[in-house]
């Protein structure tokens, strides 16, 4: 298995601009996860899918980001509009139950100028 | 009460020694801690996971020790190698719910 392969690996985009990032979970894990890294926040849990139903989305941070898993091997985070304190790194990662570990994908390096 | 509680937030150590990272929690339905290990540029890695039904357990050079009572368990990494080098978190979980992840430890081992 190719494991959890996210696109694009870097995005840099204007103020204003709508960014979508995307994420092929491994075949058979029923959970996918976005998170969010910054130094200053850490690893922050942005919203994550059970069988392609969205079952928390506390932590998206505010309207501008919405997320769709549209069928078992595909997800996009979506930013619209995009601004400066987007800037992260953002990871997807996919898992059968929690108690079983995640798989992370490599990230998408974010810089909203 | 959902938080997990790590510390140092940052480590040095001489090639050969021992790391100790510990980690802290309130919610007593936790029950399953793994740690991970993320390099630049790459995604963090599961790297051992323990429940709280053993106190310690042990795989290579890495050894998670758990403390139910105290609500804590801690990663050891023995004779530390500068490969080790790396950002590594603890994380919590209560059955098959979501992670809980530490702000993460980055540890630097020089030869």
């Known amino acids: 298995d190719a494991g959890v392969i996210q696109s694009p690996r870097h995005e840099v985009t204007e103020m204003g601009q709508e960014v979508t990032l995307r994420c092929k979970p491994i075949s058979g894990h029923d959970y996918l996860f976005w998170y969010r890294q910054t130094m200053m926040r850490g690893l922050e849990l942005l919203i994550y899918?059970?069988?392609?139903?969205?079952?928390?989305d506390s932590g998206m941070p505010e309207d501008r980001f919405s997320a769709k898993m549209p069928n078992a091997s595909f997800s996009t985070l979506k930013i619209q509009p995009s601004e400066p304190r987007d800037s992260a790194v953002y990871f997807c990662a996919s898992s059968l139950p929690a108690a079983y570990g995640y798989t992370f994908g490599s990230g998408t390096r974010l810089t909203v100028v | 009460q959902q938080q997990v509680k790590q510390s140092p937030q940052s480590l040095i150590v001489q090639k050969g020694g021992i790391s100790i990272i510990n980690c802290a929690y309130e919610n007593t339905a936790f029950d399953y801690f793994p740690w991970y290990q993320q390099f630049p540029g790459k995604g963090p890695a599961l790297l051992i996971a323990i429940r709280p039904d053993v106190s310690e357990k042990k795989e290579g050079r890495f050894t998670i020790s758990f403390n139910k009572s105290a609500k804590q368990f801690s990663l050891h990494i023995m004779d530390s190698q500068p490969g080790d080098s790396a950002t590594y978190f603890c994380?919590?979980?209560?059955?098959?719910?979501?992670?809980?992840f530490g702000t993460g430890t980055r540890l630097q081992v020089f030869p």
């Open positions: 899918f059970n069988n392609n139903v969205p079952i928390d």
């Open positions: 994380a919590a979980s209560e059955r098959t719910d979501k992670l809980i």
